[in-house]
């Protein structure tokens, strides 16, 4: 006989006393866990049948209290959806259907779902009125009209430290005339040069002509109050009177 042969036959023996054995299919519950009390839980069931296939037929999960069998759909699967009865946090659930209610505070302590509860419900309006807030003006100056008179126009736009911030003036006559800014804090006396600071001519146009005075980005500083006069002179001093027709905006803060 063949070294061959001899293995032949061993190997023959050898199923004839090991396939019989395996025709039944076994289980094997060999994963286990302890719980908190220190009892032993099954976790997972393993089989072996004759066609050698393993595989976990019965997952597990911790209700809180013990493993229990897991939901699973016809073909043996586990899934995700929550059991009858009381939910564990960490299962799938519809909002609004589970037991825990929203979480009371941040010192309270709650399960993940109050805690999402809480935020959602903290996020919901409290009103179903819309809210139009009411828009705060930021910078900018103020606006003081100017239309002349057959006077010397002594006029105080400020009775406190102000910044000219600039302004337009329209001259409808034939005349030139001028606007002279004070450093004061009540009307002028045009005939004074007292807190005098500068004249501004209007060149003159009946069809209208006129001037933007522009004292640059930062405007000019009044430390004491802002005033005119608008006469038919351009000194310091002059007391004549203008005339109607001239139109403008005067800037100031």
């Given at each position: 006989?063949?070294f061959r042969?001899?293995?032949a036959r061993?190997?023959a023996?050898?199923?004839?006393?090991f396939v019989?054995?395996l025709?039944?299919?076994q289980?094997?519950?060999?994963?286990?866990?302890?719980?908190g009390?220190?009892?032993?839980?099954?976790?997972?069931s393993?089989?072996?049948?004759?066609?050698?296939?393993?595989?976990c037929?019965?997952?597990?999960y911790?209700n809180g209290?013990a493993f229990?069998?897991a939901p699973?759909d016809s073909?043996?699967?586990?899934?995700?959806a929550?059991p009858s009865?009381?939910?564990?946090d960490?299962w799938?659930?519809?909002?609004g259907?589970k037991?825990?209610?929203?979480c009371?505070s941040?010192?309270s302590?709650?399960s993940v779902?109050s805690?999402l509860k809480?935020?959602?419900?903290?996020a919901?309006?409290t009103?179903?009125t819309?809210?139009?807030p009411?828009?705060t003006?930021i910078?900018?100056?103020n606006?003081a009209?100017f239309?002349s008179?057959?006077t010397?126009?002594?006029?105080s736009?400020?009775?406190a430290?102000?910044?000219f911030?600039g302004?337009t003036i329209?001259?409808?006559?034939?005349?030139?005339y001028?606007?002279?800014?004070y450093?004061?804090s009540?009307?002028?006396?045009?005939?004074s040069?007292?807190g005098?600071?500068?004249?501004?001519?209007?060149?003159?146009?009946t069809?209208?002509?006129?001037?933007?005075?522009?004292v640059?980005p930062y405007?000019?500083?009044?430390n004491?109050?802002?005033a005119?006069?608008f006469?038919?002179?351009?000194?310091?001093?002059?007391n004549t009177?203008?005339a109607?027709?001239v139109?403008g905006?005067?800037?100031?803060e």
């Amino acid at each position: 006989m063949t070294f061959r042969s001899l293995l032949a036959r061993m190997l023959a023996l050898a199923l004839m006393v090991f396939v019989p054995a395996l025709a039944a299919a076994q289980t094997i519950n060999g994963l286990g866990i302890k719980d908190g009390s220190g009892a032993s839980q099954t976790l997972c069931s393993y089989v072996i049948s004759s066609t050698f296939q393993i595989g976990c037929y019965t997952p597990h999960y911790w209700n809180g209290s013990a493993f229990v069998v897991a939901p699973a759909d016809s073909s043996g699967r586990p899934y995700g959806a929550a059991p009858s009865g009381a939910y564990v946090d960490g299962w799938d659930a519809t909002e609004g259907t589970k037991a825990d209610t929203a979480c009371a505070s941040s010192a309270s302590t709650c399960s993940v779902a109050s805690i999402l509860k809480g935020l959602l419900a903290a996020a919901q309006p409290t009103s179903a009125t819309p809210v139009n807030p009411t828009p705060t003006p930021i910078g900018g100056c103020n606006s003081a009209g100017f239309a002349s008179a057959a006077t010397t126009n002594a006029t105080s736009i400020k009775a406190a430290a102000a910044l000219f911030c600039g302004g337009t003036i329209v001259n409808t006559t034939a005349t030139v005339y001028y606007l002279r800014l004070y450093n004061l804090s009540a009307a002028p006396t045009c005939s004074s040069a007292t807190g005098f600071v500068a004249s501004i001519p209007i060149p003159a146009s009946t069809s209208g002509n006129g001037t933007v005075v522009n004292v640059g980005p930062y405007g000019a500083y009044f430390n004491t109050g802002l005033a005119y006069c608008f006469t038919g002179g351009a000194s310091s001093t002059d007391n004549t009177n203008a005339a109607t027709g001239v139109f403008g905006i005067l800037n100031y803060e």
